[in-house]
């Protein structure tokens, strides 16, 4: 657009006062130029120039917040000598301006995904060393039990990884819990190579504590992370218990399983609320009447109050996902030993997916969700495996269920309300009906 003359017997120059974040200029500025080109100027004048400024642009607005157009001059626009004018930078939720199309990929690169760290390749390494540890001890364990090198090299593997714990913590990366679970996974493939008897008896006890003494000398160098190492050492317990109940007592195999799973969920249940009554906290209270002492407490505030909280969560996340796997590694044995196991399994599972509507954590739902439909799953395969004649049934109990959660979650919010008293009434019907079912399996009903 072309610039317009000023009319005759007008000045050239304007004098104004411009505003840039609380800082005033007393300028005179060229009333018949373009505002555009007037911006840079007084932009570098007035210390605009950042980043931000360069990519979504500068503005002259009116005191009153009208922006000038910045194709048009101050005279054009009636900007009389005396204006207070504020230079403002656009708009950042508008679309920013590049130069080049490099610039402009760099930059949506960099706001949408997260850059590789070098904390990233450690945490990606111990991850790496995790697995090829566990893949070799699983290898190890397809030898000749009876071989001695089978428990040998275990237990050389054990202690090394004991020996990373201790050296990654040291180095404060994060992950040496990591490191410490799969010490006590090699530490029970050591014991159960090297122990004599049944599977199902001492080999399996001595396969529990084994790797329970390895989680215990790990666990001092962990700090922190120290109760992350809690849902491993439930597993522990439960491999203990169930050779105890089942190759020591006498127990049948379906009623151990059915005590171990109905603990294991009552665990999994408790555990939030348990991990709360683990934080100790100070109350202050006001100012007491005349005559009234209180004892001082010898309690600290270290560490944060904000550190112990999420110590706690990690100790429910592992306590969840250890619960589930214990479920589901009862679970074929449940399935197989008649239609009572197998609504025992299916309420555990409904509970832990139901018990996850008052949890917040993201971690703490996912583990809860995904447990109980790995367990779900796990109970159809099995189910259609020992029950051919019910594989009709179990498909149209399945897309059932499949289509009844895509419909919760679809559903306005005006149908909320009521469909939560009633995964409310169900969640109560089914943790209610785990100590009866389990009653049920192991004959005592």
């Not at 100027?41 to 607005?61: H, S, T």
């Not at 999994?268 to 906290?281: E, F, K, R």
């Not at 309420?347 to 995904?370: E, H």
């Not at 289509?403 to 089914?430: H, K, Q, W």
Request: aromatic fraction near 4%; charge should be neutral; charged fraction near 10%.
């Amino acid at each position: 657009m072309p610039t317009r003359p000023p009319a005759p017997g007008s000045s050239p120059f304007v004098p104004v006062t411009v505003v840039h974040e609380g800082v005033a200029l007393d300028v005179t500025l060229p009333s018949g130029l373009p505002v555009v080109e007037i911006l840079p100027v007084l932009a570098e004048r007035l210390g605009g120039l950042g980043p931000d400024a360069l990519a979504y642009g500068l503005c002259l607005a009116r005191s009153a917040g009208a922006p000038l157009d910045p194709s048009r001059s101050l005279e054009g626009q009636q900007v009389t000598a005396g204006t207070m004018l504020t230079l403002e930078q656009r708009l950042m939720d508008t679309e920013p301006r590049y130069d080049d199309l490099v610039e402009a990929v760099a930059v949506a690169v960099s706001q949408q995904q997260t850059a590789w760290q070098p904390r990233d390749a450690a945490s990606m390494s111990i991850a790496a060393t995790c697995v090829l540890f566990i893949t070799g001890g699983f290898m190890l364990m397809q030898l000749n039990p009876s071989d001695w090198f089978v428990p040998l090299s275990a237990g050389i593997a054990t202690a090394i990884l004991c020996l990373a714990t201790y050296a990654i913590a040291q180095a404060k990366v994060k992950g040496a819990w990591a490191v410490a679970i799969t010490a006590g996974v090699l530490s029970g493939m050591t014991f159960y190579a090297g122990a004599q008897g049944a599977p199902m008896g001492w080999r399996l006890v001595m396969t529990g504590a084994g790797a329970a003494a390895a989680l215990c000398v790990c666990g001092p160098a962990l700090g922190e992370a120290r109760p992350m190492i809690g849902g491993p050492l439930l597993v522990c317990l439960a491999l203990v218990g169930t050779a105890c109940g089942s190759a020591l007592l006498g127990y049948s195999l379906p009623s151990v399983a059915a005590i171990v799973c109905a603990l294991a969920a009552s665990v999994s249940l408790l555990a939030p609320w348990v991990s709360l009554a683990s934080v100790p906290m100070v109350i202050s209270l006001p100012e007491q009447p005349m005559g009234y002492h209180r004892a001082e407490s010898d309690y600290r505030d270290s560490p944060s109050l904000t550190a112990r909280v999420m110590s706690m969560q990690g100790l429910v996340l592992s306590v969840r996902v250890a619960c589930s796997v214990i479920v589901l590694a009862c679970t074929p044995i449940l399935a197989s030993s008649g239609a009572d196991g197998v609504i025992l399994v299916a309420v555990i599972a409904a509970a832990g997916m139901l018990g996850t509507r008052a949890v917040r954590s993201k971690a703490d739902v996912a583990a809860g969700v995904v447990g109980g439909m790995l367990i779900l799953a796990a109970l159809v395969l099995v189910v259609t495996v020992h029950y051919p004649e019910f594989i009709t049934i179990v498909v149209v109990v399945s897309g059932v269920i499949g289509l009844t959660i895509l419909v919760l979650n679809v559903l306005g919010p005006s149908y909320r309300p009521r469909l939560a008293r009633a995964a409310d009434a169900l969640e109560i019907i089914a943790i209610a009906s785990i100590g009866p079912l389990t009653a049920l399996v192991v004959g005592v009903l």
